[in-house]
């Protein structure tokens, strides 16, 4: 469960700026939209937020703030085998050579935990995991390429300042893993979703098909005319170790296949579609079978909402069941406000104990819908470029019966767009 995001010198980010789900003291629905925690976790309060609505002009940082703890969750991941510690993109409209921070506050497994790490001239300069019992506890620190475990028994490591602790601790014999563990695994269970830049058809065909058969009550709700779908499994190429790249694409594009999701498996290449299944009738409108339609193979024929909210559902069933933490970047720019607003709701809700999910959106109407004032966030950048985040629970003058969508659309909280002058 995320609590809190701080990132500083990256992309837009100049200054320090924090992306908090910690719940404010205000009572309004508290039961269904946000988590009652240990005060002990927590200390300041004891409200997590269930989701979060991120506005902001266009190139104001939203998608910025997302890719920053995309890239934090890449740079775990994957800094033991990849050059990604170097490709950190530190703010570039001003003359700096400031650490790059990245640090987020979660609770996993009923622990409270700090993890964070800086990054200078494309090295790790620091990186720390600290717990939370009656305060904050080191569990270890690192200093360039020198990290400590800290025990009875302080254990000194040399790491690559390339490379993260946490991405390599398994390679280590230490005691407390667990720790390390929860962190981890955390990054493991984030989805960060862009653009439609991955989808979750596979997640369909997990649990005997328990997602499946959820993912059509939602598209029966919305309306959308699909009565089945069903995961294809195609095979595009054989994959051997001394077949050439060259022939292995030409293949792939001689088969003209319009791109799922490719899975690697056995030593072949597969391409993964979903059929769809619509009703068909005779001359009379009777019903008389269904039509298969593949999702990607015929991409031109279902609309690209359709797409979008097929390629999402899988994300959000599984961030619900499994209690993941889910941000999907401009979460409604194809999907109709109610469908939008229904999904909103299966987070902010009663029966939802364990996940997140935080999106950006330009759609206003879901401010007044629902919403507490502490789970609407905006971003806007100042005339130097630089990103800040601001809560409207945080600003003065706003009272829980405004209508919110309004005062934000006259620029009454955050500057808006004057593009009537």
């Known amino acids: 469960m995320l609590i809190q995001f701080i990132v500083k010198n990256y992309r837009s980010f100049y200054e320090e700026e924090t992306l908090n789900l910690l719940g404010s003291k205000d009572e309004t629905l508290k039961n269904n939209n946000t988590f009652i925690l240990n005060k002990e976790l927590l200390k300041e309060n004891d409200l997590v937020l269930k989701s979060a609505l991120i506005y902001g002009n266009n190139a104001s940082g ?105 991405s390599i601790y398994n390679n280590y014999y230490f005691n407390n893993k667990n720790y390390f563990n929860d962190v981890y695994n955390f990054f493991a269970k984030l989805d960060i979703i862009f653009n439609n830049d991955k989808n979750s058809l596979d997640i369909f065909n997990l649990e005997n098909g328990k997602y499946k058969d959820e993912a059509l009550k939602i598209l029966a709700k919305g309306d959308i005319g699909i009565f089945d779908i069903n995961i294809i499994k195609e095979t595009l190429a054989k994959i051997t170790p001394k077949r050439d790249v060259t022939i292995l694409n030409n293949e792939i594009d001689f088969n003209d296949f319009k791109f799922g999701e490719l899975k690697e498996e056995n030593n072949r290449l597969y391409n993964l579609d979903l059929e769809t299944k619509y009703k068909f009738y005779n001359k009379d409108k009777e019903e008389i079978g269904l039509k298969n339609i593949k999702l990607y193979k015929n991409k031109d024929f279902n609309s690209d909402g359709t797409i979008s ?20 970047d401009e979460f409604d720019s194809r999907l109709h406000y109610l469908i939008t607003n229904y999904i909103l709701k299966l987070f902010n809700s009663n029966s939802n104990n364990k996940a997140q999910l935080i999106i950006t959106t330009f759609n206003v109407m879901l401010m007044d819908d629902d919403v507490r004032r502490d789970q609407i966030l905006f971003v806007n950048k100042d005339k130097y470029g630089i990103s800040h985040i601001s809560s409207l629970s945080l600003l003065n003058g706003v009272r829980k019966n405004d209508i919110f969508s309004k005062k934000y659309l006259k620029g009454l909280y955050v500057d808006v767009p004057n593009i009537n002058d």
């Open 62 to 166: 939203k998608s910025n703030l997302l890719k920053a703890l995309s890239y934090m969750q890449d740079a775990v991941m994957t800094s033991n085998y990849s050059d990604i510690i170097s490709k950190n993109e530190p703010f570039i409209f001003i003359v700096n050579n400031d650490d790059t921070l990245f640090l987020i506050n979660i609770v996993e497994n009923n622990i409270y935990y700090e993890y964070g790490f800086t990054i200078n001239d494309g090295r790790i300069k620091s990186e720390w995991l600290n717990k939370r019992s009656e305060r904050l506890i080191p569990i270890f620190k690192r200093e360039n390429d020198v990290c400590y475990i800290i025990s009875k028994e302080q254990i000194k490591y040399n790491v690559s300042t390339n490379t993260l602790f946490l």
């Open 309 to 328: 909210l097929i390629n999402y559902l899988g994300f959000i069933l599984l961030a619900l069941d499994k209690g993941h933490t889910l941000f999907i």
